[in-house]
């Protein structure tokens, strides 16, 4: 492809993305496909002989998009949302123009600085106090797993990058039974291990016990284990539990621990300072880290991770090998040594088109909605006799299920088939969770260009289709 195609090529791409972006509401929000069906129509080996951009971009469209879930669809209510609003998407093309590299200033000053203000411009979007500086990671996983390296390095008095951990005394981590997966692998990975994960138990709303948080840490200290990290959840994946910051940070505080918050999909709505109240404290965090590539309209990968003491962080990863060392530059920011990775994408341009295509007001405006009108949804699920909110809306997330009265078979496996019923159906898509040992759904808010009329959609399509249930030959 020479240059003039190129010219030609991204204007179709760009077509392309405006023509998907508009008969979106159209699709099945979840792919329709079998395990399989994609890879069948892929070759074998890729060609010898380089193929003309008619066929590549024909076949894009022949194989892709309809083996795709459709994330920016309005009606996607599964998991957590997960934005590419148009503005950033411009963004990502011009980043991905460039090809930058954002390992060291010297390799992308204006990326580097860019990537410095809009850390800053987010910490003030959602009120954490002056001081706190931060970087761009990848995703939430790869920001807790920093978290939990230094928490790692700190309690060793940074030595454990050189000796290891051979011979030490079990690290501890304490965190809730409802906190995310990613903890756990930034256990496994860190060297920690899954046993030095400690889960706290909860409260009837799923926040840490602070009070078992205290004794753990007492105990821990008398089998001689050390004590190196909390970590506070806010907004937790399967029902939103929501810890206790203030409590919980004065607990650690008190036994020196590492404090890192992981608000990867609430973190967004703290935009709104109506919301901040489900953070309060969160000024004693040392680490903080909430995904804009969730709910606020980055596309992937853009997690915001900000640091009280970032000489912390860096300490725990920079290394100067001779040929990344650039003569002349000390004091600089280079922000490979910030990350795991050390080849980096230009994730702050994104932000950038962002937070000023839509103004910080826009962004809440949206935020605002989607909690109301999830809140109204649970509530008119909740008036209907026979369904039951198992979990009352954090935000934008609630959890229900469907129980109709009389019914005396197993409710986990009805859930279980509206769930697929619904799916299958393709107008929204929704997720499952166990609450209670008990098969729930859940519903969030959160797609960029959401409408009310989306919600109402989602209440007419989860009542007919629950109630249409075991009325067809099966
Ligand atoms: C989504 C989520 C994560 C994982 O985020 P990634 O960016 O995909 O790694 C972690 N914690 C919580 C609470 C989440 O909602």
Known sequence: MDDSDFRKWSHRASDWSADYRETLAERPVRAQVRPGDIA?????????????????????????????????HPRFFAYFSSNAAPAAVVAEQLATAIGAQCM??????????????????????????????????????????????????????WTGNKTGLFGQAPLRVYASKGTHSSIDKAMWISG?????LVHIPVDEHGAMQ???????????????????????????????????VAALCAVAKE???????????????????????????????????????KWLGAPME???????????????????????????????????????????????LKIWFLLRAYGLDGLRSRIRDHVA???????????????????????????????????DGDLDALNRDLINAINDDGRIYLTQTLHDGRQVI????????????????AYEVICTIARSLGQEPA
């Not at 026979?386 to 979990?391: A, Q, R, V």
């Open 192 to 196: 920690l291990g899954q046993d030095n």
């Open 302 to 348: 853009c997690s915001a991770h900000f640091v009280r003491r970032p000489e912390e962080l860096i300490r725990t990863l920079a290394m100067h090998p001779e040929y990344l060392k650039t003569y002349g530059e000390e004091g600089l920011v280079n922000f490979s040594e910030w990350s795991i990775q050390l080849g980096r994408r230009f994730r702050a």
């Open 40 to 72: 069948r129509m892929i070759d074998q080996t890729a060609p010898e002989n380089a193929q003309d951009m008619e066929t590549i971009f024909a076949d894009f469209e022949r194989i892709i998009p309809g083996g795709m879930t459709h994330w920016q």
């Open 373 to 407: 009108w999830s809140q109204n949804l649970a509530e008119r699920l909740g008036n209907e006799p026979d369904f039951e909110i198992t979990t009352p809306p954090l935000l934008s997330l609630f959890s229900f299920r469907y129980a109709p009265a009389g019914f």
């Open 210 to 244: 602070t009070d078992l948080l205290a004794e753990a840490i007492i105990a821990d200290r008398k089998k001689g284990h050390r004590p190196a990290g909390l970590v506070v959840c806010v907004g937790g994946t399967s029902t939103g539990a929501t810890d206790d």
């Open 442 to 457: 859940r519903f969030t808010a959160g797609s960029f260009d959401m409408q009310e009329r989306d919600a109402d959609m």
């Open 104 to 157: 060291l200033w010297q390799t992308s000053p204006a990326a580097t600085e860019l990537e410095v203000k809009m850390i800053d411009w987010l910490r003030q979007a959602v009120g954490l106090p002056d001081g706190f500086g931060g970087t761009f990671q990848d995703t939430a996983s790869t920001a807790t797993l920093c978290a939990i390296l230094t928490m790692r390095e700190r309690a060793l008095r």
């Open 255 to 293: 036994h020196d621990l590492y404090i890192h918050v992981d608000a990867a999909w609430a973190g967004s709505a703290m935009i709104c300072p109506e919301f901040r109240h489900l953070w309060q404290g969160i000024e004693e965090a040392d680490s903080i880290v909430f995904n804009p590539h």
